[in-house]
């Protein structure tokens, strides 16, 4: 069995992201070595993930475990279901040492760690992605958070994982859609910071999606290095940090746009969000024209979303101002975007006025 070990050095926590096939079966041994002696943990396991991994981790871990399934969706990435989680927390008189692990996608993640921070001022947290999108980036950096009905991700906390289990098997039975959104992810990382590794994506990318060894190995492997370098340089998102978020101010503007439905899913908007942001860096910013169509090449060959119009229509459009306006990264009344130079470099902190944005939008979604 290959395992992969990635160490993540932050002022807050360091902790271990282990990869590789299979490796749940050893989650004793890895808690162990990790975490060290708990007493009792709270499960939050995605009701979509296959009911075989429940039965796996209930014989091979031995210890106290309450296990709560959730109905992973963005409408149910809110309050209520915090207040579910802290409820049997309390209840059950659990303690700081005591751990909560999280078994499931993004979501469930950012909803576990978000309960896992506020409890008790923070108990243990073990994130155990099942998604791409989770194992590639946001099992990994600390980001924790909620929806309103104000927008995307906007009540939330840093809480670093005390350690994640990328486990490759779950992603067997991960529907294709999803493995895409995972995918824009890694798309991202390259975009804005590795150029070299963009050029392996566009050979591998067909293999990737297939889940094919080890090129889907590789590529988790590789995504996750690039954003634990980023947030160690910047783990509050102060700086540099910020790039990640490249397609992101355009993507949640679009996923609220759509009331989080599953017309959009996040990956989605994110391919979509960072197209928009290529297409208004052509004209706005200073986007090499070669490197811009070798991105559009490499869209058009995997099907990636890139047309606005297909989600949206003119009527959309002063929703969609208006969600990129509440955007957290804006610090005045203007509207910061990422926005990439060439492939593999990407400048943060670009602010635009809205009616910028807003005669943008309007052009791509009437021509
Ligand atoms: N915290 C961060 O740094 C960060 C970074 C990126 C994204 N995010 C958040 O992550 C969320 C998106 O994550 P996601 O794409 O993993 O979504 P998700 O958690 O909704 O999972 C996608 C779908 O796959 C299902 N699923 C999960 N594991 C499965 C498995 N093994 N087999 C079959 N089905 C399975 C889920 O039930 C869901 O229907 C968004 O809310 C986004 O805001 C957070
Ligand atoms: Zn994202």
Do not use: W
């Amino acid at each position: 069995m290959k395992i992969s070990r990635i160490k993540v050095k932050t002022s807050s926590r360091s902790y271990n992201i282990i990869i590789g096939k299979n490796i749940i079966n050893n989650i004793s041994k890895i808690l162990n070595n990790n975490i060290g002696k708990f007493n009792k943990c709270l499960i939050v396991i995605d009701k979509k993930v296959p009911k075989k991994f429940l039965k796996k981790i209930n014989f091979f871990l031995k210890k106290k475990k309450i296990i709560y399934f959730f109905n992973s969706s963005e409408k149910n990435k809110n309050q209520n279901t915090i207040n579910k989680i802290i409820e049997i927390l309390l209840k059950n008189n659990f303690y700081r040492n005591d751990c909560l692990i999280s078994i499931g996608g993004g979501i469930t993640g950012d909803v576990s760690s978000f309960a896992a921070s506020i409890f008790k001022r923070g108990i243990k947290f073990i994130n155990v992605p099942t998604t791409l999108l989770s194992q590639i980036d946001s099992s990994i950096g600390g980001k924790t958070g909620i929806n309103s009905k104000y927008g995307k991700n906007l009540i939330g906390t840093f809480y670093q994982p005390h350690l994640v289990i990328s486990d490759t098997n779950f992603l067997k039975s991960l529907p294709s859609r999803e493995v895409i959104c995972g995918y824009a992810e890694i798309l991202k990382h390259s975009l804005i910071i590795n150029r070299k590794f963009f050029f392996y994506l566009e050979k591998n990318a067909k293999n990737i999606l297939n889940l094919k060894s080890p090129f889907l190995e590789k590529a988790i492997f590789k995504s996750c290095l690039i954003k634990k370098k980023i947030v160690e340089k910047d783990e509050k998102e102060k700086n540099v940090r910020q790039i990640l978020n490249f397609g992101h101010t355009f993507g949640h503007a679009f996923e609220a746009a759509k009331k989080y439905s599953n017309k959009l899913n996040h990956g989605e908007a994110v391919a979509l969000g960072m197209f928009c942001a290529l297409n208004f860096a052509k004209v706005n910013g200073n986007l090499h024209n070669n490197d811009y169509k070798i991105i559009v090449k490499h869209y058009t060959k995997l099907k990636l979303p890139m047309n606005i119009k297909k989600y949206f229509s003119k009527k959309d459009l002063n929703k969609l101002i208006s969600f990129m306006k509440k955007d957290k990264k804006n610090s005045n009344s203007k509207i910061n975007l990422v926005l990439v130079n060439k492939i593999g470099n990407a400048n943060y902190n670009c602010q635009f006025n809205n009616s910028k944005l807003y005669n943008f939008l309007l052009k791509n979604l009437v021509n």
